[in-house]
């Protein structure tokens, strides 16, 4: 098993791609933490999972939240006492209660800050707490989930372009000042859209092809585990690095 004994949290992670990661991590043997909004979902997830309890914590916490963040981290080094793998994971490119398509133009405030937070400032708060356990522990690797719209603008989808971008720019930062501490950084896309619950939902996605969310799961036990010690301010995309390696890229229909 490639992550034994590790320890690693992922956020947002009791549905979608964090779910995936989550699951992944667990069969390669690591102690794992489940981190999301909703008691329930967390409590749900735990149970799905059916590992024993000294090898799982769920934790309710929203990444915007710098009280959240802090108990969250409290509770992963009270449980475990240390922590090799973060994924930043928790994001979306619209909130989920309002319209998929926001035009800069028409972009409400208060729109681009949930956007801005739950994706960027959520992914610092998250680094900056695992950085405390990382550091005098002696390494560590943070994956944040980023995005094709990272790295290329997109119509009608400006604040989470310029959320996936600024992650792709901390990641780089991240990786630069942890460089002498063992902590690898990288960012992990996808490399399109993928077939998640929000996503199949949209009326205009139907019978459209799209990605399997497995699609995430060999390259983010690559970057986890000490396979790809050495490696840090790297972009991946998940579709380019399973087919590098002969691995299937699953779609499905929406
Ligand atoms: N689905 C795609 O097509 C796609 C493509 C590229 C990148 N991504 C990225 O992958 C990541 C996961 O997306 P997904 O499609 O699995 O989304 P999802 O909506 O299926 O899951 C995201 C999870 O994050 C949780 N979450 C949201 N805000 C949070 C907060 N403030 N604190 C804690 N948890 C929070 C949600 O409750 C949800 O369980 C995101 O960063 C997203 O931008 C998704």
Not at 77 to 102: M, Q, Y
Not at 143 to 155: D, E, H, T, V
Not at 170 to 197: C, F, H, M, R, Y
């Amino acid at each position: 098993m490639k992550l034994h004994e590790k320890v690693a949290l992922v956020t947002g992670s009791v549905r979608g791609l964090g779910w995936e990661m989550i699951q992944a991590f667990a069969q390669e043997g690591a102690n794992v933490t489940i981190c999301d909004l909703s008691q329930s979902d967390v409590d749900g997830a735990l149970a799905r999972l059916g590992l024993p309890l000294e090898k799982v914590l769920g934790v309710k916490a929203d990444v915007t939240s710098e009280q959240d963040v802090i108990h969250l981290f409290r509770r992963v080094r009270e449980k475990f006492n240390r922590l090799d793998i973060l994924v930043n994971n928790a994001g979306f490119a619209w909130p989920r209660s309002g319209p998929v398509d926001l035009e800069v133009a028409g972009t409400p405030l208060d729109v681009w800050l949930k956007v801005l937070n739950t994706n960027l400032t959520g992914t610092f708060l998250c680094s900056r707490e695992a950085l405390k356990i990382m550091r005098p522990q002696g390494g560590g690797s943070i994956i944040n989930i980023s995005s094709p719209q990272g790295k290329k603008g997109k119509l009608l989808r400006g604040p989470y372009c310029a959320a996936k971008f600024g992650v792709e720019g901390l990641t780089q930062v991240l990786a630069l000042e942890n460089a002498n501490s063992n902590i690898k950084v990288n960012s992990l896309d996808p490399g399109g859209i993928v077939a998640t619950e929000a996503i199949r939902k949209i009326p205009g996605n139907r019978g459209m092809r799209m990605l399997k969310p497995e699609i995430v799961r060999a390259c983010a036990v690559y970057l986890a585990s000490d396979e790809s010690s050495g490696i840090t301010g790297h972009s991946f995309v998940a579709i380019d690095w399973n087919r590098e390696r002969g691995l299937e890229v699953p779609y499905t229909e929406a």
